[in-house]
């Protein structure tokens, strides 16, 4: 009986570990992974070495033992990569554990494999093959880590939008980039930086798709992060966050509530050319030019001089919107007056402009006239389809909550919280009966 073995803690060996995986059947893996510590087998390893491949390579199979295989390359990651014969075997082994491995049985201890593949990407990055070959390895680490749950970030998604982004292959970013993310995968697969990484580089993403919305959201993620240390990569969100917002919304929003002072403060004081611009979009065209003149090295150095030139045609095509409210007709030459543009030819190529891509409805004719009509309006059709994917969206979001918070009712600390048994000391009379009905809880369901 496998629990009968787990719990001779002193007789740990790696004959023991292999034969406990061999053994296993699929409802084994939950008591083996809990038995089986990630350090223990680490330190077995450390004691083989020289029965490591023997092990990967004639003992254990990847689509059988999948989470026992993961232990093992986790530990090869962690080893000098200098050997490139070494370097060729692992990449082999880790390629051959992505394409078979059990989700059910990695989902229970992810971290080993998270080791793994962090060492896998960072071989084949240093080996200059093309960021794009290394996406479709990515998505498949993505699929085993979540094991149908697309709520759970993983560290394989922080790797794809950057890989993305690199690459400048922005559409290979979804669907993952679009998942409602609500948890964050455990036993310290995740680091504060994968975190961060993801939503800078998912907003990323979103800005070349013009999805500024989304890119909002995502680098607001960024931005809230709890920390008493400000990052970098916060610093280039808040930077991208002005930018996003003053081309979306004409406006910098407050972030939220829950932000850290000290963190409001670093991006007031280390993005102050941002903030800067931010006061002059509110007094106009001439103001954002002067700034944009001013501080363009910095904005250029900072690769962010082309959504800084939207910044400003943003306020120039506001400066026509609010010309629809008052006038039904105007010359080409009162509209560059004014919205105080640089000259007649400039100011028609923003009305073309604005025109084609549906953002005014207007017309002009051959004499220079432009005729404001009224705006275009989303059909009911189209409200309806957006409205059902939205419901569906939030739906998905709910049943994926629910399920985290009926795994958290059916947990020993939540039932002895609920019960008041108290702490787990030594067991005399009453205590007896309380750790029974615990376990028939535990057994039971939990609370409903």
Known sequence: MLQTVFSKAQNQTLEQFVQDAQQATSKDWPQFVSNWKYGVVCRLLARHKPQIEMVLNS??????HSVAYSYVLGFKAGEKMEDVQYVQTFVSQVKRLLECADGAQIALFPRPLTDAVRAYVDILKSEGMGLVRVIPTLKRAIQLFQN??????TYAHSELMYCCVQSMCYHLAFPEVEQEIIQVQSHGAVRSYDHLMYFYYSGLVFIAMKK???ALEALSMALTAPSEHISAIQLESYKKYVLVSLVWRQQLPK????TSNTLLRYYRKFC??????????????DSVSKVIERHAEIFTKDKNFGLVQQVKKT????AVRKLTSV????SIEKVKDLCAFESVPHAKKILVSMI???????????QGVVTFEEQFTTSDAEMLSQLHKRIHSLLRLWNSLDKNQLEVKKTPNYIRKKLNLGGAGPMMGDDLANQALLEHMVRSGGFS
């Open 327 to 330: 006038y039904t007709r105007l």
């Open 315 to 318: 306020l120039q095509k506001h």
């Open 59 to 64: 003992l254990l199979r990847p689509e059988k």
């Open 212 to 214: 500024y919305d989304k």
């Open 255 to 258: 972030l939220p509530r829950y």
């Open 356 to 366: 084609r891509s549906g953002e005014l409805a207007a017309t002009m004719d051959s």
């Open 148 to 153: 149908g749950d697309e709520t759970i970030l």
């Open 272 to 285: 102050s050319e941002y903030v800067e611009l931010v006061d002059a979009f509110a007094e106009g065209v």
